[in-house]
């Protein structure tokens, strides 16, 4: 009923920047949280950045400083501005959406596909 579609991965020099993208469509009546997550191999996935709603934001520590995140909410998009980046950084990359749908009261997570994020030094 809904998808989200990211977009913006790729092969980075260290010290490089890149802009995520992910693309909310389908039964959408609101968007309430929007994030962004990351797992590289052989670890956990990991929240990297929320915005809420109204505009929010919380970052992992390991980002401050260095990630932006923001959101057109006309748009149902959210953005991950990623600056300074290092192989640390390397993983993929899951938009990540909580969306209240069509005909329900109720608020659903929502997954993009994931997109690779490569720091190479």
């Known amino acids: 009923q809904v998808q989200l579609v990211e977009s913006g991965g790729g092969l980075v020099l260290f010290g490089g920047s890149l802009r995520l993208s992910c693309a909310a469509s389908?039964?959408?009546?609101?968007?309430?949280?929007m994030g962004w997550y990351r797992q590289a191999p052989g670890k956990q996935r990991e929240l990297v950045a929320v915005i809420t709603g109204g505009g929010n934001t919380n970052y992992a520590d390991s980002v401050k400083g260095r990630f932006t995140i923001s959101r057109d909410n006309a748009k149902n998009t959210v953005y991950l501005q990623m600056n300074s980046l290092t192989p640390e950084d390397t993983a993929v990359y899951y938009c990540?959406?909580?969306?209240?749908?069509?005909?329900?009261?109720?608020?659903?997570?929502?997954w993009g596909q994931g997109t690779q994020v490569t720091v190479s030094s």
């Open positions: 389908g039964s959408i009546v609101s968007i309430n949280n």
């Open positions: 990540n959406a909580k969306v209240v749908i069509r005909r329900s009261a109720y608020e659903y997570t929502y």
